[in-house]
């Protein structure tokens, strides 16, 4: 009977979390909200279809394990190099102000316990990598400079809930013996990385390489998944946090040549066992908490939105990124985390946090992790109704006084070159090499410093601002490339140009079909898709590869260009 209940649990769980993820799929929303609303439908507080919480619970363990397990293979000090002084520094004190600042609530405004209070500040003080990186992938905004940004800020809160666990566990102490306990773990902390080394150095390549020189897929998932694990539940009798063990386990692995696979081995598990943690966090929210709360919950996740995206924009502007750029950041970090869980489900375990703020910290951050795709759309469409404006602004300020600290150099500039980033620099060096003037306006501060040691002509500044494009003679350019990927920094950079110079030559970078629409509107554009160059750039090697004759392959080659031209040209047939 055990054995079936058993197999019955996981069934539903598996069930449950494949319905909520395809319906969050169908609502693009990310599919962990699927699975955090469909655990509040099956859980004890709702329809009750699942007994052993001890069950679910233990596989909720095993997911967390192999989710830090993943972390530590995909993430290295040379991410946190490449993100630069923003995501190293800015993402720092983002965690240490806001900390301090859910602290402060928590003690004066809730009357919690300080250390109830501290994991209060830690929870809210991360975001969730999962969320962020979707919204801004289905967006198009990964390689814009707030989702550089904001990628960069999520590793480093990614690597910081390593120390933050570490932490908890002896938060519950008094105050007398906290400073012994937290040199105690400071202490333990170093042996355990001590022994990963010594680990890593010699023992774990002799085992993987007799593991893989085996050539079996299932011993080699048998060793990682066993390591994992094991460093888990190692670092736990030690006194420290199972997940930080598994973290370790991870950065170890990644020195070898081993990481690779082991990522591709145990991503598949992992993701699974992280559907059913996530599962089981929506399990643990009780539904009439949030009925009977909802003024101290809609009150909490106000304030967590105000100072999330308040600290987040501050920073942000703080280290020279435009208005623009400072509110899109902040817009989409100020939800709390998918480790925010964790620390506090480890809050509760070590006796620190009561249920009550568990089902508030469950609550807000479901919460907020629904509002946050909604909100970064609605702070890009505030920016877009205020374009037009500041267009007409910058239309009537042509003839006005430079921008203090702009600066331009003094030899005429035919092309203007709006964004420097993988395909910006490559038009620049082939504008070089044709012997082109070029002048390039650029939003990122320290791309901008690159530029000028190179000694070329630059502009700091948001090339979709019209009053910073407003400082630059258009009337002199004779066209202007527009590289960035963020669709709606195009489009009203486009405006703001045509604006100021209605004969200017624009090139714009495009991606989706109704951002092409808007910019074909405009006139005077021509536009350009990476996606449609690299499929034809696919296609054509292809076609080579499979002996094609060279007159064969260009009629198929310029099929497909018609094809596209007719589909810029035919709009899409209304039902």
């Not at 052993?52 to 190099?81: C, H």
């Not at 609530?105 to 316990?113: D, H, I």
């Not at 010699?202 to 050539?215: A, E, S």
Request: glycine share 10%; with cysteine.
């Amino acid at each position: 009977m055990e054995q079936s209940s058993l197999a019955i649990s996981f069934t539903i769980l598996l069930g449950a979390a494949l319905i909520g993820g395809m319906i969050a799929h169908r609502l693009r929303q990310p599919i962990i909200l699927g699975y955090l609303v469909i655990g509040m439908a099956i859980g004890p507080h709702a329809l009750r279809l699942i007994g052993d919480i001890e069950l679910v619970q233990g596989a909720a363990t095993i997911g967390v394990a192999l989710m830090m397990l993943t972390l530590g293979l995909e993430v290295s000090f040379t991410q946190l190099r490449q993100v630069g002084k923003v995501g190293l520094w800015g993402g720092a004190a983002q965690i240490v102000i806001t900390f301090a600042l859910g602290t402060l609530v928590g003690v004066t405004l809730f009357r919690w316990p300080f250390a109830e209070a501290a994991i209060f500040g830690l929870a809210i003080s991360m975001s969730s990598t999962m969320i962020g990186l979707k919204t801004l992938m289905d967006r198009g905004e990964l390689d814009a400079p707030h989702g550089r940004i904001m990628m960069a800020i999520l590793i480093l809160q990614d690597i910081s809930v390593v120390l933050m666990m570490v932490v908890t566990p002896v938060l519950g102490g008094t105050e007398q013996n906290l400073l012994l306990a937290l040199v105690t773990a400071a202490a333990m902390a170093v042996l355990s990385i001590g022994a990963a080394t010594v680990l890593g150095m010699w023992g774990l390549p002799w085992l993987m390489g007799r593991v893989g020189g085996v050539r079996s897929r299932e011993l080699f998932l048998l060793t990682v998944l066993v390591l994992s694990l094991g460093a888990a539940l190692s670092t736990q009798i030690f006194g420290l946090s199972a997940v930080f063990g598994a973290f370790l386990i991870g950065l170890v692995l990644r020195e070898t040549k081993f990481a690779h696979q082991a990522l591709a081995e145990i991503t598949p598990l992992r993701d699974i066992f992280a559907a059913l943690f996530f599962v089981s966090l929506g399990m643990l929210l009780d539904p009439r908490f949030v009925a009977e709360q909802w003024q101290l919950v809609a009150a909490t996740v106000l304030l967590i939105i105000f100072a999330k995206t308040l600290v987040v924009s501050t920073i942000v502007r703080g280290f020279g990124y435009s208005g623009r750029t400072a509110l899109l950041s902040g817009a989409g970090l100020f939800q709390i985390g998918e480790f925010s869980f964790i620390l506090a489900a480890g809050g509760v375990s070590s006796g620190i946090v009561s249920d009550q703020v568990y089902s508030l910290l469950l609550a807000c951050a479901i919460i907020t992790m629904l509002l946050t795709p909604l909100f970064l759309g609605l702070a890009s469409s505030l920016y877009y109704k205020m374009a037009p404006q500041a267009i007409g602004e910058a239309s009537e300020a042509k003839n006005g006084p430079r921008l203090p600290g702009s600066e331009i150099e003094k030899a005429a500039v035919p092309v203007i070159l709006a964004g420097f980033g993988a395909i910006g620099m490559k038009i620049a060096r082939g504008l070089q090499n044709a012997s082109i003037p070029y002048t390039v306006i650029e939003i990122d501060p320290e791309v901008i410093n690159d530029i000028r040691c190179r000694g070329a002509a630059c502009v700091y500044g948001d090339a979709s601002n019209a009053h910073v494009l407003s400082q630059l003679d258009l009337s002199r350019a004779r066209v202007l490339v527009i590289t960035f990927p963020d669709p709606l920094a195009v489009l009203t950079t486009a405006k703001a140009a045509l604006a100021l110079n209605p004969g200017l030559k624009i090139i714009a970078r495009v991606h989706r079909e109704k951002d092409a629409e808007e910019l074909r509107k405009l006139g005077a554009m021509e536009l350009v898709s990476p996606e449609l160059q690299a499929s034809l750039e696919f296609l054509s090697k292809t076609l080579a590869a499979s002996c094609l004759k060279e007159m064969e392959a260009e009629r198929a080659l310029a099929a497909i260009r018609h094809d596209e031209k007719i589909a810029e040209l035919i709009p899409e047939k209304q039902d």
